[in-house]
Each structure stands twice: as C-alpha cells, then as structure tokens.
C-alpha cells in the first residue's frame, strides 16, 4: 500500500526556533500535529489536497484505501483548524480531537495488521497436523565421565596449603620433599667419612675437633664428619674433651666393631 | 553411511531434543556445512527407505522423531495421543508471535485486539513459544518467541517458509491495564 | 526392511525405554515370535552397517540405545553443563595428597583438621588420586596417591616438580602468633 506524500514549506519546529519543511505522508503530519511540532496554523490544508489530487493524477487511478483515509484525516484536519481559528478556548477540545484521531489511527494499522496475520493462520492451520505424528524422545541418560577437564597453576597447590596452615593454627608437619639435601639422602655417607677420620687419628693420635672439618668441601660433608665423630664416640672409638685453652679435642682409643659401623649405611 | 553420518545419528537419537548444528559442528570437529550436508544424507536416506525414524531440520537444529506413517502404533504402544489441533484463538496468537517474535504479550494483545492471557499460557505448555528474556521499557514485560516444538509441529524447516505479509510498526502504549480489553479470548475461561 | 521392522524401530524409538516383547505383539497384531525375529533382523542390520543407533535385547524387552562406540561425543555434545571446578576443599585434600603421598585418609584429616570423607571420593571419580595399597597397621587403612591426570592437570611432569613450599607458608601466619613468642625474635623488645 503505496501512501502519498506531502510537501511542506516551513511548518515543523526544530531546535533553533527556526521553522523546517515537511516531507512525508499525512498521518505523520497528524502524529507530529499531536506532538506540538507542528502547528495547526501553520498547515495550508488546501496545499494537501492540492497535492494529493496531484498524486491521484499521476496513478492514474483510485485507491479507495487511500481515498477513506485521506477523506478522514483531511477532513479531521479542517475540522481541527476551524475549531482553532474560532477561539483559543477551544484548543483543549481540538487537542483531545486530535488524540482520538491518532488513536482511530493507530486502530486501522491494527486492524490491518490482525488482517495480514489472518494469512500466516490459514497457511499454519492447513499445517497444522503435519507434524503432529512426529513423536520426539526423551533424552537418553548421560553416560557420566567425570574425568577432570580443567587446567590449574601448580601454584594454586601453595596456596590451598597456605589456607590450612592458617586454619589449623598450628605447625603442620614438613612434607618429606622439605628434609631433602638434609637428612633424606646421605650424598656423603657418614661410613666413609668415619674410616677418614679413623686413618687421620690413628697416624696423629689427637686432634682438633675444629681441624676435623677442614677441607670439607659441602653441608653434606660437614653434616658426615660432624655425625662420624658423635658415632665414633658412641663406639668408644675415639675420646672427645675440652682443653684448658676452651679447645675440644678428639682422641683416639681403639678400632670401631666392623659390623656395627655398617649399619650406619 | 560414513563415520559423520554415525556420529550424528548417535547425538540425534541420544539427544532426543533438537540439537544445534553449530554444536555438533564444534564436537566432530568440522565445518556446520558438512553437517547439513550429512544430516540431509541421513534424513533423505531414512525417507526413502520409509523407516520408522526420521530426521528433521528445524532451523539451524536436527531432531529425531518417529515416522508419522507410525503415529498410529506408536502412540497405542506409550499409551499416548496425538496432541490436540490447535483452536482458532490459539493458533491466531502463535501466528502473532511467529511473525513479530520476540513480542509482549502487550504487543499482540494490541495487534489482536482481545486479552491473549490464556492462549499464552497454553501455548507455552505445548512448547510452541517459549520466553526469551524481557523488553528494556519499564515493567521490564517478558518477550516470546515460538520454538523448535512449533517448526516441527507445522512441518517447517525454517520461519522463512512462513507466507510473507506486511508487518506494521505499531506506537507501543505504555503497559495497557487490559480492563478495558478484558474480553477474554475463551468465553468462560475465568482468571 | 519390511513393514513389521519399521513399526518396531518406530516404537522403540519413541519409547526410549525397554519395550516389552508382548506389548508390541499386541499392538501390532501378530506373534511374539515375529516380534522377536524382525526386532532380530533390525539389531543384526544395525550392528552390521555400524550405525550411530543399535537395539539390544534385555531379556524379553528391546531397546534402542545410541552406539557405545558414539559414547564420546554422544556425551561431549549433551553436556550441557561443565562439570565443576575444584573446590577449595578439593582442592586442599589434593595438596595434602601430592605432598604428602602415600598418605591415609585418617592422616590428611589430621592435616586438614577437617572429616574429608566426600573429598576423597570427589578426588577418587576425578581420576586426580588413586588407592595405592594399604597401610600396615591395625585396621589396614587405605593409602591414596595422585594419578597422572593430576600431574596434566597441574602442568606437572613428575611430582619433583612440585612447587616447593616455603617455610613461611607451613608456619602459622605471623598476625596469628602467640605475643610472647613474636617479640623473643626481635631484639631490644623485652616485654
């Protein structure tokens, strides 16, 4: 439905206060009527029908549609006009003239629309039991793999032992990855520093403690002759007093039993 | 039958509901066209073999059902019935919601010109329409839209193959009170 | 495939569930015998064109059930779901678990000072830790270890590569220290 327009000159209010041209078919006209954009006196009516009789000549043809509605909103135009040209007091009324106008409008293109929709409704109830043989299913029951699928920072392991530790409010105990290089391992054994020992002592009788420790090359080694010379001393092997001078000293008394010095591997 | 035309039979059955073709795309790893292209194989192949399973593209989905040749026996095996034609009202107001979805129930109370409350309300438990979020306008109304359920049911493949008509752009009102619309659509059908 | 053949597939199909022999035999007019054949002739055909649907026969039931070969992406396309992240006390249990492995569920509960029953079995249906074993000592408690799923999960490649955890974060937070024993460590602090 093809719907005429109109021209024209400077009747629609824009924001300088300046007056614009309007373009557009008339319920536009009617709708920015009812918005206060455009003003009732500023509309030549017979400027529309002028251009409207124009619009039939170029069709070339009736459009009985186009004809009633335009009848209608002219003739309500004209109406409204003429209210207003006779008194100011009778605005309020032309207003409510012009509401009910929109409103009737707004009618039409619902009833038009609810027309259309008529189309689409005997297409769909001609359908209507096509499918309704189609039966769906249910949904078959998942097989469950709950196999993880998400990836995480080894760092979040710190921080969920960081949240107990924090929780229990006490010492946990280390894990045994904490004690490596310390105690775990025995990279020097304890065994072959003790025969060191042994053969240094045995040549020079006395020593040191403190020269025990000289040339140790590691923690690990320090650790070893530190443990030979309390377990040499637990086999009665070697003697270990303090001098007057504050200076322990380490002393030899006789051969460790083999066997036992084994164990300590 | 080549392994997609499996795999796919296998997400169909075990589906049950229409299964979206983008995300069969994305599990079997390959391109959404390879997929229509080996659902319609399937589907084709089912017709012409009259089996009792179909295939069916609704929209940008495939569902499987039951040969409708078989309705018969298969609703007196589940001890079922074929779901009722639709009445006049409620078939005015899907047709309202398939052609201006997603619309309030405002909207195509405004477009139909009577209270639609009821045919909503059952059309929604046919799982002809379905809710899809709200309008941004204040009372923040909730939107419909029709459904798979709906395709299927008229035997479309797509909306695009609703008949074309003119659609009008209508001054939505502030949210009607329906008082002075409340002439319900179902004499009787008391709130 | 003849008419018998479809209306089963149709039926067994629509119905999802295990279908009785004679309940099909009923409504389709004919012997149970012929059920069984035909459902027979179906499930043999299935098996052989390796199709992504089979039947089975349970006893004197038939089911249509999708093909376990098709199980993978049978499920990764009906999760709807993700399955959830680890909770933190999932994931505190774990911890326990990789530093402290072998360990028993009594010991981590001492650690954790928390019962942790539902996390083991949580940890256990993850494939995160596995039972490796059982302690000796009365009772014959169960020793859990971590699985290799764990060290993928965690970017791992050995448990040597365990973040180290630092003294300060076994001991007890600092603001949490007992008074007397903060000031001892600082020296001109006499209380």
Redesign the interface.
Known sequence: MEEPKYHLTAVVKSRAENLEDFDGPLDIILQLLSKNKIEIRDIQISLIVEQYLAYLEARKRMDLDIASEFVTMASHLIYIKSKMLLSAADQQEALSEMELLMKSLEERKCKHALEQIQIGKTYLAARNEIGLGLFPKQPEPLRKDERYRYQHDARDLLKAFAMIAARSEKLLPPPVSSFEGIVGKEPFPVTKKAAQLLKSLVSRGVQKFREMFRGNRSRSELVATFLAVLELCKLKSVFVEQAESGEQTVTFLKMPDETKMEEQT | ?NEL?????????????P?DTA??AT??DCDPDEIHKAAQVLSDQMAF??????I?RLGEQY?????????D??????ETR??P??S?SL??T???V??YQPVTKTYLE????VDSGYSVSSLLNRHLIEECGRLNVPGRPILYRTTPDFL?????HSLDE??E????S??TPPEQVPEQLAVDDLPGAAP
């Open positions: 039958m035309e499996r795999a796919i039979e296998a997400i169909l059955f075990a589906a049950g509901d299964v995300r069969m599990v079997l073999d009259r089996r009792g399973i179909r069916v569902q499987m059902c039951s040969s409708s040749e078989m309705a026996v298969v609703t007196k095996t589940l074929k779901p034609k639709l006049s078939l005015e899907l047709t309202v398939a052609y405004q477009i139909r010109g299927r049911t008229f035997g479309l609703l008949p008509i003119e659609r009008m209508l001054e």
